[in-house]
């Protein structure tokens, strides 16, 4: 069983900063593409950055140039810092491993972290 382990999550206001980390099994770090997703209720999850295994990056529209996604291959750690940080960022943030091994493609996910932001 792969088990992804996030953490960071919290409370802070409009304007603040928050880190989430996940870590994820050495085993299958170093192949892995690595992403951050979120959730709202009643709405669906939504891609929020991912970063590949040879580092290429995306972002969605609505996190450019506030969210930077990175990872530390040494710590099979992948890192979410959110700057800037909205009301509307308020969910479950949940981290992803995924790609294909040996042909065979896989997708882990984390159990979320919250994130709140007071207004």
């Known amino acids: 069983q792969v088990r992804l382990v996030e953490s960071g999550g919290g409370l802070v206001q409009a304007g603040g900063s928050l880190r989430l980390s996940c870590a994820a099994p050495?085993?299958?770090?170093?192949?892995?593409?690595m992403g951050w997703h979120r959730q709202a209720p009643g709405k669906e999850r939504e891609s929020v950055a991912s970063?590949?295994?040879?580092?290429?990056?995306n972002y969605a529209d609505s996190v450019k140039g506030r969210f930077i996604i990175s990872r530390d291959n040494a710590k099979n750690t992948v890192y979410l810092q959110m700057n800037n940080l909205k009301p509307e960022d308020t969910t479950v943030y949940y981290c992803?491993?995924?790609?294909?091994?040996?042909?065979?493609?896989?997708?882990?996910w984390g159990q979320g972290t919250q994130v709140n932001i007071s207004s």
């Open positions: 992803n491993a995924y790609g294909i091994r040996l042909t065979l493609r896989f997708a882990y």
């Open positions: 050495g085993s299958i770090f170093s192949f892995s593409d």
């Open positions: 970063i590949t295994s040879g580092g290429i990056i």
